[in-house]
Structure formats: structure tokens, C-alpha cells
């Protein structure tokens, strides 16, 4: 125990006297934990960005001027009008989202089509190809607006009336030979005699009916949105940390295990060895240093984030420590690992910076899992990682309670006892060729 102590304490001043190594595992968590939380919500306070489109109205008609001022009206909407050849322009350069063409006599034809069976008019969007999500969110608000607005022209509006009025003489030709004219035509007449009604109505006590019988088909219902999360509102800055936390700790035991390479190449590994002093005890020093540095950093981390970013551990504050632990744990015996199986500090430092990137992206700690395709969801829970974040965003955004954390501690406490497995047997195998 004297020699593991010795051993422990001498690799705890060789990092905290590297000043400069030390800043940069403290900084750049805080740093880009800011700037990714920041630029996925932040903690809750600001509104999230609206999708900038614009909209080129080639008609004048009353319908579509409906159409612009109600998508203008749209809280997740910033609507600009311009020419046809500027947002063109603007959608190629990336400065907006998307663009809407109204085409010329799109009112007219819009209710054609919806009564008449004529030719569907054709709107043009064009979009941004690095922003397909958003080309469904507004062809959705779109189309509510185009059918809401047409049929309220079509239903009460002058340009209705005369289109009706025309539709009806028109069908008098087909009712003859065609059955499903005669039904139409009845159909029509029945709007006819519902606009003439609707054109009656007068004085204040009748607004309303007035009203809705200019409104047009619309949504049949409304909405009720509400977070499910035990703990407080959601904080992207609590995720952003924990996956910024894990990545740069992750490369704190990669320095680790190259050091041991260092070491090797320059010979302080084999005068170590010779002394009195066993190889697993040597192995267990460096793991339970690089495991207290982890730990450190982790909490020192998450302090901030509290102090300056509002994030709450709202779960269980033994099951955030139990799941903090063994991450320090799986980073020690991930850089033992490393020091086993790299052949040069070079070589190994490559394949394991190539190794952790893979980790902390499919971990989840850059963008979240949920965003990933449901295949590789599943795959990504075989990568210690997953555990470590999911955990972590249990205990802190969450707010669930310890039964949440058992299964990020158990599966990151095996990751830890097979990387340390390996290690134990490669170095030993080392050794005993050295031996012969």
C-alpha cells in the first residue's frame, strides 16, 4: 500500500504540474459545453430559432394575400417577401431556408380544383438541400394555410359566389350523362344557397356566426404541449457537459496511456519494474490516479455548469456520483489498455484519438442519440459512452431517481473490468516474452 500510494501521489503532481495540460482539461469542456448547449436551446429562456423562408407572390388575388399574411402571422415562421430571382438567390447562399412561389391566378384556379375538378394549380418551393427537415415543417404550415384560406374564399368570398355560379352552368351540360355530375351540381347549389344565407346575416348579435362562416376549413382541434422530465425544464447545457466532459476525459486517459509508452521507450518502465515493486501494483497506481484526475475533472466540471449554466443534478445525487465513478473507472482501464496493446507512442496515439472520436460520436456526446436512426440506437449501446451520457443526463436534466442509474453503473463497471482484463493479460504476456 505504501508503494501504491507513493506511486499514485508522484503521477497526481506530474499532471497538476503540467499548468498548461491542466487548463486545457478544464477549459475546453467549459468551453464547447457552452457553445453546444447554447446552440441546442440553452436552458430553456430564449425561443428557439424560427425558419426563415420567403415568399414570391405572383397573384394578387385576395386568397393569396390571405395566404402571405397568415403565414406571416406564423409564430415559427419569419416571412419575407422579395422577387422571384433574389430568394433564389438567397435560398442557393444558404441565407434562407426556403423559398414559396404563388403562382400567378393561383386563387381562381385553387378553387377551381377544390370544387371543379380542374387542373391542381402548382406552388414552388425551393429549399435549402442541407435543411430537408425543414422542407415538411413548411409544406405542413403551408398547406394549412392554402386550404383554410380557400375555402373560406371559396365558401363566402365574391370570388366563390361567381365560381360556384359558373360550375353550376357549366355541369347543366354533363348532368345528362354523367350521375356523379348531378351530385356535384347539388353539392354547389347547396354552398350557393349557404353563401346567399351567409350573405344575410347582419348586426352585431350575429358577428360570430358571420365570422365563421367566412373562416374556412380549419384545424379540428388544438394542441396541449407539456415536457415529460421529473426533474426541472429541460437544459441542453446539461447534456452538452456531460458530452463534452466524457470527451475530453476520455483523452486525459489516452495521455495516460501513451505516458506509460514514454515511459517504456525510455526505459523509467523497466527500472521500475526491477525494484521491489510488483507489476499490478504498478498498473493499479497508474489506473487509480488517471481514475481521481477523471473523477476531479468530472465534478469540477459539472460545478460550473451549475454555477454559470443553471444545471441542476434534479435525480439522485449518489446514483450522479455512482455513474460519475465508473466512467473515471472505464477511462483509467481504457488508457491501460491503450499502453498494453499500443506498439509506439506515435502509432498509439493515432489509433486511440480515431478510437475515442468513434466512441464519443456514437455515444451520443456531441449531438444527442434520440437524433440517430433507430438501428443504430441499438448499436451505439454497446459503446460505454451511451451509458456514461444517458447516465449522466438521468441524474441531472431528468431528474430520475437512483433506480435509473443502476444500469449505466453496472454496464460501465463491465466495460471497465474487461478493458482492465485485457491489459492485465498483455502485459503479462509482455513481460514473461521478455523474460525468456
Known sequence: MTALIALVRKDLLLF????????????????????????????GASNNAKIEIAVVALDSSNTTHKIVQG????????VLEMPLAEAQDKVLKGKLNAAIVIPAGFGEAAGAALFGGQAKPEIAIYFDPSQSAVLAMVKGMLTQHVMQNVSAEMFSGTGGHKLIEDSIAR???????????????????????????????????N??????????????????????????????????????????????????????????????????????????????????????????????????????????????????????????????????????FGKTPEAARGMATFATLIMVMLGGAWVPAFIF??????????????????????????????????????????????????ALWKFNRQRSDHAH
Open 373 to 422: 436512426p433507430q438501428w443504430l440506437q441499438s448499436v451505439t449501446l454497446a459503446v460505454p459512452t451511451r451509458w456514461a451520457v444517458d447516465g449522466l443526463d438521468a441524474m441531472t436534466w431528468r431528474g430520475l431517481p437512483m433506480e435509473a442509474a443502476w444500469n449505466p453503473i453496472l454496464v460501465q463497471m463491465g466495460f471497465a473490468v474487461l478493458f482492465a482484463a485485457l
Open 207 to 340: 358577428n360570430t356566426t358571420a365570422q365563421g362562416a367566412g373562416a374556412g376549413l380549419s384545424m379540428p382541434f388544438v394542441t396541449h404541449d407539456q415536457a415529460m422530465n421529473a426533474g426541472p425544464k429541460y437544459n441542453a447545457y446539461a447534456h452538452a457537459f456531460a458530452g463534452m466532459a466524457v470527451q475530453f476525459i476520455l483523452f486525459m486517459g489516452v495521455d495516460a496511456g501513451i505516458s506509460i509508452l514514454m515511459a517504456q521507450r525510455m526505459g523509467l518502465w523497466s527500472r521500475l519494474l526491477a525494484s521491489p515493486i510488483s507489476l499490478n501494483t504498478v498498473l493499479a497506481a497508474r489506473a487509480t490516479s488517471c481514475a481521481l484526475i477523471a473523477l476531479v475533472l468530472l465534478l469540477f466540471i459539472f460545478v460550473v455548469a451549475g454555477l454559470f449554466f443553471q444545471v441542476e443534478i434534479a435525480g439522485s445525487l449518489i446514483g450522479f456520483l455512482g455513474v460519475g465513478i465508473c466512467f473515471a473507472l472505464v477511462t483509467a482501464t481504457f488508457g491501460l489498455l491503450i499502453a498494453a
Open 16 to 43: 497538476l504540474g503540467d499548468r498548461r495540460a491542466l487548463l486545457l482539461n478544464l477549459l475546453m469542456p467549459i468551453v464547447l459545453g457552452a457553445f453546444f448547449g447554447y446552440l441546442f436551446g440553452g436552458s
Open 171 to 205: 355541369l347543366d351540360k354533363k348532368v345528362a350523362n354523367d350521375p356523379r355530375s348531378a351530385e356535384l351540381q347539388e353539392f354547389l347549389k347547396s354552398v350557393r344557397k349557404f353563401q346567399a344565407d351567409s350573405a344575410q346575416v347582419e348586426g352585431p348579435t
Open 71 to 78: 403565414l406571416q402571422a406564423d409564430t415559427a415562421l419569419t
